[in-house]
């Protein structure tokens, strides 16, 4: 570890220590003051280096909201008196399913599943710690029970691929992925309830999503409702029902944790490995694109690839799930981008019209992705270019601080002096923090 990358640490865990409240912590003040759902599983990594009983409470606190049917709702909304976020546990209304917790109060739909992969990584970290191994004892069961709820609730035709409902289920909430299923809501402004978005106050408005595309937001949260979050009538009616390459591959992912923890723990794992073998097949079968060299995400309603190339569409190597050939020609396409001075991994195609560098999911660099993809080059055998991705996050770090997300066009990062989104960010903090300590 050199001098600089000691400042980094020490600036990193005070960024986690100053975002835990007391049993959770917030991605950032201000802008997400309570606990969301795949942030907290970083959070959890990063914590693990250097607390590991703040690591095992924020996965407790983060279960501590799982619904009777399994699901991890997207954000526990642990202060009830907070008032500063939009929609609030009072707009979602939870309780319209008689399996969400009184207390703590939730949202209604969920996010990437990265706690399996995040209880390995905690496991690795401590291999022989026994209260740890207590722990992941009875946390396996509750992970596994929210894998069972993508495959009894998100997955009507029984294909190993999991529905999302919502952009937000997703974790990329603005990509242009979502436009065209975006475009199909037609609004009747008169049903739409009124509501006050508290996020254009907080950040700057050009980095957010636009009016229009939040009324659709508000539209889904109101379809989900009204048919109690787990319904049969969402995969019936919701215009935007899509099977995200990327959360089908973090469940494929977290699965595989899953086993490797069975194994190592000795708990039951045949559930998980039936899951796992029609998953992986149905990912390969359905979501490779030959014409664009990666993997898509696939229009459920509309039937067909939703032909972008995207963060999404190489992540799969993460959960080692393109064969040799394919995983070329995602690392050449990484490559190409670092050759044209790009900042790695961008979360949208450069090439495309809808390319934005600073708008949210259309184009910036995000801390965790990063963290994920790295690991993924590195199960290919492609440490250059796993090097390029960890050395691109710290530089972007180093030189614009630990914000949410970051600019992904060298030339641009010249002329600017910070990142973008929230500041002092959770997952930026926990990525830089794992980076660190394994080299
Ligand atoms: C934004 C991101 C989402 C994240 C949340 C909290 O909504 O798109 O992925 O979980 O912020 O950081």
């Known amino acids: 570890m050199n001098g600089k990358e000691k400042d980094l640490l020490v600036k990193a865990k005070q960024i986690l220590s100053h975002n835990w409240k007391d049993g959770f ?77 009184n207390k703590p109060k939730t949202s209604g739909i969920t996010q990437p599943p990265v706690h399996g992969f995040i209880l390995e990584q905690l496991l690795l970290q401590h291999p022989k710690e026994e209260k740890l191994i207590a722990f992941a004892k009875i946390l396996f069961s509750k992970i596994v029970d929210s894998h069972r709820f993508f495959y009894q609730y998100r997955d009507p035709n029984r294909e190993g691929l999991t529905f999302i409902f919502h952009p937000w289920e997703s974790g990329r909430d603005n990509s242009p992925l979502w436009d065209e299923s975006m475009d199909r809501i037609v609004i009747d402004y008169k049903k739409l309830p009124k509501y006050v978005r508290r996020d254009t106050s907080l950040a700057d408005p050009s980095e957010r999503p636009t009016s229009e595309q939040y009324d659709r937001y508000v539209y889904l949260l109101e379809l989900g409702k009204k048919h109690k979050y787990d319904g049969e009538g969402i995969a019936e009616e919701s215009p935007f029902l899509i099977q995200d390459s990327l959360i089908n591959a973090i469940l494929i992912k977290s699965n595989q944790s899953l086993i490797n923890i069975g194994k190592q723990l000795n708990l039951d794992t045949g559930e998980l490995k039936e899951w796992q073998s029609q998953s992986k097949k149905a990912y390969k079968q359905k979501l490779w694109n030959k014409e664009l060299g990666c993997f898509t995400t696939y229009d459920l309603r509309g039937e067909h690839q939703i032909l972008h190339k995207e963060i999404g569409g190489i992540f799969p190597i993460f959960a080692e799930i393109p064969t040799k050939r394919q995983a070329k020609k995602i690392n050449d396409y990484l490559v190409d981008l670092h050759n044209r001075k790009y900042y790695i991994c961008p979360s949208f195609d450069v090439d495309s019209p809808l390319f934005d560098s600073k708008r949210y999911w259309r184009g910036p660099i995000w801390p965790q992705m990063n963290w994920m993809i790295y690991h993924g080059l590195k199960a290919y055998g492609y440490d250059k270019t796993a090097k390029i991705v960890r050395k691109d996050l710290m530089e972007l770090v180093q030189k614009l601080g630990f914000y949410e997300y970051f600019e992904s066009q060298k030339s641009i990062v010249k002329t600017i002096n910070k990142g973008y989104g929230g500041d002092s960010f959770s997952w930026t903090a926990s990525s830089i923090i794992d980076f660190i300590y394994n080299p």
């Open 25 to 101: 912590t917030v991605p950032t003040n201000r802008l997400y003051p309570f606990q969301w759902n795949w942030d907290s599983g970083f959070v959890s990594m990063g914590f693990g280096h250097f607390n590991l009983d703040h690591a095992m409470n924020e996965l407790a606190s983060l279960f501590s909201g799982q619904w009777r049917n399994g699901m991890v709702p997207h954000i526990i909304f642990h202060s009830e008196k907070e008032k500063t976020y939009f929609p609030n546990y009072d707009f979602w209304k939870a309780n319209v399913n008689a399996g969400a917790p």
